[in-house]
């Protein structure tokens, strides 16, 4: 595979950090491996820099940048996308972990063991570097796109400079951090340490942020395998600090886990195990990051044989380390249950196997029976580490019994119903919450008490202490502890939601008094293009669902629209066949009420109704027939090919009756299976109303109904109730004398269908009957350039239709809002947005827009929904951005009546893939996606943006009330903060040699 121009620095570097590991391994020369570090790191970084250039100047000759830009990204989105894709994010850990190395390895010298500062950052480094390698990260394009691909709908938002920045840059200066701790560079390994852990602190809310703004559904955390790969690399390094105060015998095993653990992070969010994270597809380089996660592991398990047994005498002696033990057993516990969850899953995916994380609700159910008590323990721990001193003791166990009572008492009284936290959640989540509370609430007084007398005996030396940073970095935690303990069951669940609507200019009263009112609403769709075909054609299962609905709606309904056509200007020279088509279509012609009588000589065979088989049963006698309310019916009997298609018809006139009184049989087993063919020795006329028979011959059978015995018998009568006769010879109706059965051309046919099917009514009402009865269906089954599949009814290249290359990228809905709260009026303009280039993906382009006006520590969120139009006759309905965009496209572009029908099927295939692929029988879906792509057509070409499915009922929004929400976010944000306040008292007292 060729590489792009922008590979050729990072390739430089990976072979200079290749030399660096082969100088330790051969010559073990210490000097010349830290210059090649040195000078390997430089160019990493170097390489980033000209890694930005062809996303500044939208170069689609790099993959990255085309599956991830697009002309209508501005600059500064650009240059995030850099590491949107696979390959580059995992380069962008490559940099920020070459930056992290030129700043540990400048005190080489003072490290005690230099060989593993030098080799594992090169390691680390060089397989990140090779993974991006693999995951495409320079890769060529192999065709010229006419634009960019777009990026994914979600990414869309300027949350992508944050989340994986701060993530993937705490990932790399933890495991710089790590090697530096290894080495024995405590001042530097600690400073990069504490902030990668401030960094990653905030990468884990700033994702659960962004999931809260995005989704709609109001869940800041599922479980989702990388949230969860988050929280591992999280317990792991938070591990590290307790374990150095109360175990430092497992100091240098926690090192080496959290190392393995960034590795295995990234693994997990790169291998495809996350729903959430589905813009992370799987590939042959994630096993670098494996292996690396691995063989760290096994270097961990390695310097476990070093643990030894804390002093039990010096716990019994301070408070102090046996809050700091009970927190590193209770971090130990977790660290290990959460690593060890994906562990066994991503090996298992690794090795070909399918294999799952617990997510969602199962997520809940895996996770929270082992954690909260684990979290109940470090909260504990708090005031015996920070205040324990102080209160001795006795004051610590007084304090202890109390919070436990207390805990006790709230959660049995909200488990028994009589203490209502969250009125929709059940007794175990409330009584989980109430239990909890107490116990956050204790960790947060602990650590506030803790500063006050700090802060009386110190005063404002206090500010320059390391334990005032992590003073309130403990604050912080209880105070997300608190939030969560409020919030998390309003957001993850979904039963808060209540249902409403909003109409231009009426007000809508939501909860806690916030009123919302949509002024006024446009739709707009952007100048920018994006390019749906390259990459996509031939390849995406939107194409493949795309050309299999053409090539059925070639057969099907197009097929009916041609014919339903010619017959109509058969009809308008023939009124003899006109009125025989209104006779079809109203299929009822006549009724009389009362009793007639068919009577003559015939022969009679009985014929069975499910078998064929046939049975004499008199011949030459005089039968008799007589009718009761019998009514004159027209019915058309279709000759259909393997696809369904009319080829031939016969128009029969029979005759429906209530009964049929039959005299004149003297025997012959006649059940109500058998169908009686009656012979006339000479034709037998009947009068109907209006209708007059001349019969020859006729079928009588009976229809039967639910109880009532079809056939009765009494000596020589048999009563058929209720009864169908089919005659055979001649009929005159509307003074024209005709065959009965008529032979009808296949055109009529399908017209007389036509005129039964109210949907294929509208397409003949419509512009798309001009389409579908030319060539236009046939021709977006062979798009230029493709070569023709010869074994197709139509031709056509499996895969390929004829959409436009490059279409508008994003249509949008504006809404003006008008939120007021108490006396506070705030004006705001929302979209939504519809990618098109989603659809084309299978990932869906409509991103839900969601608002969370708060009032006080109380979100009331709201998720803005697009109003869905519902076909009239429709399969199912589609969101209305989706209709406009291509009602907009169709009027604002020169397209082909090949291109419209293609762009149409592309669209609703993208659409409806999910229900699609449900279907295993390829016609039914076929039929399914057919109706779909015609419905879109017909939606998007009667679409009228005055008289919206909004005007009509409502804009949907969806709202609930997310209690405390607003602490979770505010604590992380104390928890970093205070992270990286306490690394620069440690650098600037470390400085002044008071360190």
Known sequence: MAIHYTGIVPAAAALVYVAALAYMLLRRDIEI??????????????????????????????????????????????????????????????????????YVIRSLAEAKKQDILVMGTAAVTLAAIVSAFANGAFSVMEERPASGAGLNPLLKSPWLYPHPLSTFGGYALLAVGMLALLAGLRRRGFLVYELGWALLTLGIMIGGYWSYETFGWGGYWAWDPVETSELMVWLAATLLPHAMVAVPSLVAFTEYLTLSSVFLGMYVTRSGLSPLHSFAAANIGVLVLLAVALVTLFLAFRRLGEFRLPSLENVRRSPFQAGMLIATIALFAATVFVYATLLLPSVLTAAGYEASVPQMQSGVRYFHPVLYPLLVAMLAAIPLAFTGDKLGWKGYTALLLTTTIVSILAGLAAFQGSLVLAPLSSRETNALMAFGLPWAGLAAAATILYIALRLRNRGGRLAWERMTGISLLHLGLAVVVIGVLLSGTYSFNEAYFIDASLKPGEPLVLPNGVKIELVDYRFELSNSMVDIYTGYAGRATSYLLAWNTLAMLASDYGQKVKQALEAEKLLEANETLRTLVELAVKAHISATRGNITITGAANVTGIDLFTGAKTPIAENINITIELVNPRVMAALEPLRDNLGRVKAAKLRIYISADEAIVAGLLGGNITARTVLDIGFADPVK???????????????????????????????????????????????????????????????????????????????????????????????????????????PHGGCFGYVDVPRTVPETAWLILDLRIERGDKVREETVGLRFESYGEVQGIH?????????????????????????????????????????????????????????????????????DTALSINDPAQRGRFLEQAALELYLLAESFNPQNTTIVRQGLPIQVKLVPGVALVWYGTVIMAASAVYTAIIAAYTARKGRA
Request: net charge neutral; charged share 10%.
């Open 686 to 792: 009947l009068v109907l109303g209006n209708t007059s028979f001349e019969i020859s011959q006729l079928y009588l059978l009976a229809t039967g109904h639910t109880g009532h015995p079809a056939v009765e018998h009494r000596g020589n009568t048999f009563t058929y109730k209720p009864v169908v006769v089919i005659p055979s010879g001649r009929v005159e109706v509307g003074g024209y004398h005709i065959a009965n059965p008529l032979d009808v051309p296949a055109s009529l046919a399908a017209y007389i269908e036509s005129r039964r099917d109210p949907f294929l009514q509208r397409l003949l009402n419509s512009g798309l009957a001009e389409i579908l009865s030319s060539d236009a269906v046939v021709k977006a089954l062979n798009p230029p350039g493709c070569e023709p599949v010869a074994e197709t």
């Open 845 to 913: 382009g409509l991103v839900t827009k969601v608002v969370h006006p708060r009032v006080g520590l109380t979100d009331v969120y709201i998720a803005i929904h697009a109003p869905v139009v519902t076909p009239e006759w429709g399969v199912a309905g589609y969101h209305e951005l989706l209709v406009y965009y291509l009602h907009a496209v169709y009027q604002s572009m020169n397209l082909t009546p090949a291109q419209r029908i293609a762009l149409a099927a592309l669209m609703a295939s993208g659409y409806m893939m």
């Open 33 to 102: 491996s830290a210059k090649l570090v040195k000078r390997a790191a430089i160019l990493t970084i170097v390489g980033w820099l000209i890694y930005w250039i062809p996303f500044a100047i939208l170069d689609y000759s790099l993959r990255e940048v085309f599956w991830n830009t697009s002309p209508g990204l501005p600059l500064w989105m650009r240059l995030a996308s850099a590491w949107a894709g696979g390959g580059g994010s995992l380069y962008l850990f490559a940099t920020i972990s070459a930056i992290a190395t030129l």
